[in-house]
């Protein structure tokens, strides 16, 4: 029985390949992006610093979350969980929670590479400096918490493999306004409170 789906799906709608889709199409935009980048830095202006190296590390965990996210697409990531045997539901689920990680933690490291261009282009008081590089570290820390949400999002939290249709669970809202919140607070907190050089 253990090898059973959980229940019959009537309309059992499979998204995952428009998943990987979208995911790989943004890896490869973000490698000419960074490939692009990295030659000018290198080629052209001849120097480079910490935000270069926030970007390729970002740019590295993005990879890997695309990677890992095609690996839980490939367990059944994007069908109905009813559609799904109880062992490659665990599987999908497990997968999806060691990809996202790697996904916040791939945007995270860009906003502090963003911190410090910004501190480089402009005249920030001790304040605002405090705030430039304060916000990220916020935001990397909010994003943490998204991840914990998203692990605790279903009970019991010891035995995924005896997820049931009747377990409780949080409202999906709660985990997608928390996303909405990591990723909306950094950029117009930091452009409000830098000062244009000249």
Known sequence: MGSASMAPA???QDIGPQLVIIVWVFASLSLVVVSIKTWTRFRILHKSGLEDLFIFLGWVLSL???AVLTASVRAGLGEHPYALEVEALVRTVRLYAIAIPFGN???SLPTISLAIIL???TV???RQRWLLFGVPCFTALVKVVDVILICTTCAPLS????LQPDTKCFSGNVVINFVYFAAGVFRPVVCRT???RG
Not at 159 to 162: A, T
Request: aromatic share 4%; net charge negative.
């Open 10 to 12: 009537k309309d059992n």
């Open 64 to 66: 890997v979350y695309a």
């Open 105 to 107: 933690l791939s945007v």
């Open 119 to 121: 501190d480089d282009i």
């Open 124 to 126: 920030p008081t001790d």
């Open 159 to 162: 035995k995924p493999e005896n």
């Open 194 to 196: 830098q000062p244009k």
